[in-house]
C-alpha cells in the first residue's frame, strides 16, 4: 500500500475520530494546512528512494491518529463506558436522531406489566 493512501486513510479516520468524539468534524485552518503540506510532502516522498521515508511518516501519523484522545477507537470505548449508547450530538448543533440529542424525542417506557382477566 503507498504511503500516499496510508495518510489519506489516516485522515480521514481523524475526521470521523473527531466526529465520534463530538468536536467539530475538521480542525481549525493551521490544521487544514498542516496536514495538506504533510499529504503533499509524503506524496512527493512516495517515488524513488525516498519511499521507505515517506510510508514511515504515513505509519507514524496513522498510529498518532489512532492514540490520540479524538480518534475512532476511544469515541467506541466511550460509548461503551455509557452503556453501549452512541454518544449524543453537542449542543447547538442542531441536533439529530440520536437519543438525548437536542430536538430528538424520547418515548416513554414500554408498560411491562401484565393484565389479568379480560
Known amino acids: 500500500m503507498s504511503a500516499t493512501k496510508v495518510f ?14 463530538n468536536k467539530k468534524a475538521l480542525p481549525g485552518m493551521t490544521g487544514i494546512l498542516q496536514v495538506t503540506g504533510a499529504l503533499f ?21 496513522m498510529a498518532a491518529i489512532l492514540l490520540s484522545d479524538s480518534s475512532p477507537l476511544t469515541g467506541l470505548a466511550k460509548a461503551e ?22 430536538g430528538a424525542t424520547t418515548l416513554p417506557p414500554a408498560n411491562t406489566q401484565r393484565r389479568s382477566g379480560p
Open 41 to 61: 510532502l509524503v506524496s512527493f516522498m512516495d517515488r524513488g528512494k525516498t519511499e521507505p521515508v515517506a510510508k514511515g511518516l504515513a505509519w507514524l501519523f
Open 81 to 102: 463506558q455509557a452503556g453501549g449508547r452512541i454518544p449524543t450530538a453537542a449542543p447547538g448543533n442542531g441536533g439529530g436522531p440520536f437519543p438525548g440529542a437536542a
Open 8 to 21: 489519506g486513510a489516516a485522515i480521514a479516520l481523524g475526521v470521523i475520530g473527531r466526529w465520534a468524539n
